[in-house]
Each structure stands twice: as C-alpha cells, then as structure tokens.
C-alpha cells in the first residue's frame, strides 16, 4: 500500500486497491444526531496504531478521528458528520475521512477534491455548506434517498395510518417521524409517485386505498376541464416547487363530486393512475400518507 502525499503537508490520501481512499488533515468533526434514540452514532474509542487503515478495512466508518498513538474514534456511514477543516495544526486534532478520488490524481489541495462517500445507498459527495463545514449524511432509517434534478436531495418514507385527515397525517410527520421537520411530501417526479404507490400497495392488501401526499388546488375547476386546467396546485412542502408527475398518464383529476370539492392530492393504491385529488377533509378510504424532508437542510443540534 503506497501513500500520495500532496503539496499541503497536513493533507495526505492513502492509495488502496479502489477508487476509495483515506484523506487525512488536521480540524474537527462533529457526529449528529443520527441514530434512532437520537445518541450520536460513533463506535467511541478504538485500539489502533493505524486509524486510517483500520477505518478504510471496516466498512461501517466513515471517518475517524486520532485520540493518542493507541487509540482512535470511528464515525459511522449512520451517522451525519460535519468536518471543519482547519489547514493550521495549532489546537485541531488529526481526522480522516473516506472518499471516493479518481485513479491516477493527486489533488494539490483539499479545495480540488470532489469529496465523494459510499455508503449503503450509493456514492454521493459531501457538501460544503457557507458556514465553512464539509458534510456528509444518509436518510434516516426506513426513508428513501431521492436525487431531484433541481439540486434538491429529498428522504421519503411511507406512514401507515387508517382514517386520518390531511391535518393529522401532516402532524404525524412532524411530531413523530425523525427528523423533526419531516413534513406531508410532494411529489416530483413520475418515478417518485410510483415509488410511493409500490410502497402504499404493500399495506394495502389488495384494497384501493390512498395515501395523502403534499398540494392542495390552485384555483377552482370543473370535471369538464381540460387536464391542464384541473391539475394546477401548490405544494406545501417547503421543497417541492414543481413536478412533472401530475401528467394526464400519471394523475386523474375530478375537481368535485355533485358539490364536494376535491382539492387535496393522494396516491392511489391500485389504479392505473397512481395521483388524484380528493375532498382535503375526508378520512374514507385512507390509509396513510407520505412524510418528506430535506436532506441537506442545515441544521445542527
């Protein structure tokens, strides 16, 4: 195992048989609030004369901070990390993290590495925010990672619930779906829908039931209008700001039924169309909904 050393002293990347290699420098990291009793997610103190080795050989770390000459601190890919990197060895400790780096480069500086990690769901790259921190950070377990061509990266999940109103789903997740400010989702994309009718029918036993999802109508409209016309809403999330998922071939809309208006947005469980709006008060035939938030949304606790 070579090493490349690069022209900043304090940056060094370990050259292994992958694509993947361990940059070391001196600063600090901060491991979040990732795990499901909300404890920060790190394996604490570990034995080793070889941090950089030994966290590249476990797949489990991400990055790793160096205690003494004997022992380390390993970070996991569970948990959401913030690297402060702090070129000055005065007061900073030795850290580590993985990435992923092109073969045969050998980046002058840390400013021209694309930091990239792999982690169960995939390789995605770390994100410098304004405040100077380099992060890093998966969905929470049970959600799904969603890559949205507005730059946005969006964690979904599915939540069960019989007979809940659109108010009641919305505060499920907020108050009870990790992170705290998980909301009611929209959709944006085909894909996405059809993610989350795969996700509906699972606990659905075979029944037509749906599933609130974020948007409420823009306007009013009758049955008779043409398609356009009917599927203009705003989207309450916070995130979602368009979506090309409320297609004629994808959604079906009513407007109302007799003079109940059906202004809220549900996944349908088993149609041929998966989007459609119903009355925003109705609690028949509901199943559950579907609670989104925003990956890279900076907050720190």
């Known amino acids: ?51 950089s080795g030994d966290c590249y050989n476990d797949a489990t770390c991400a990055a ?56 169960p769901e995939g390789i995605f790259s770390w994100k410098l925010y304004p405040t100077g921190y380099w992060m890093f950070k998966m969905c929470w377990k049970d959600w799904s990672r969603f890559e949205r061509s507005d730059g946005n990266v969006a964690c979904i999940r599915v939540v069960y619930g019989s007979g809940l109103t659109k108010e009641q789903l919305n505060y499920e997740c907020y108050a009870h779906n990790a992170p705290y400010y998980a909301s009611l989702a929209g959709v944006y994309t085909v894909e996405e829908s059809v993610w989350m009718r795969e996700e509906a029918a699972k606990h659905s036993n075979g029944q037509p039931l749906n599933y609130w999802i974020s948007g409420v109508r823009d306007g009013t409209c009758e049955g008779t209008d043409p398609h356009d016309m ?15 998922a409320l297609t004629e071939a ?33 609690t028949f035939s509901i199943g559950g909904g579907f609670c989104i938030y925003e990956l890279h949304r900076e907050v720190k606790v």
């Open 1 to 51: 195992m070579r090493w490349l050393t690069l022209l900043i002293p304090t940056l060094v990347i370990q050259s292994v048989w992958t694509k993947m290699r361990m940059i070391q420098f001196y600063g600090q990291y901060e491991t979040g609030y990732f795990t499901d009793d909300g404890s920060a997610d790190y394996k604490g103190y570990v034995p080793s004369n070889n941090c």
């Open 230 to 244: 009917k599927a203009k809403f705003k989207w309450e999330d916070n995130m979602t700001t368009s979506s090309t």
């Open 64 to 119: 790793y901070k160096i205690i003494d000459p004997d022992y380390c601190e390993f970070a996991t890919t569970n948990s959401e990390l913030w690297i402060d990197m702090n070129l000055e060895a005065g007061g900073n400790q030795i850290i580590g993290i993985k990435t992923d780096i092109p073969e045969d480069t050998c980046p002058a500086n840390y400013t021209q590495v694309d930091f990239k990690m792999v982690s």
């Open 250 to 282: 994808n959604a079906v809309f009513s407007c109302k039924i007799q003079e109940t208006e059906n202004n809220c947005l549900v996944i349908m469980s088993q149609s041929s169309q998966i989007i459609s709006d119903i009355n925003c008060d109705t």
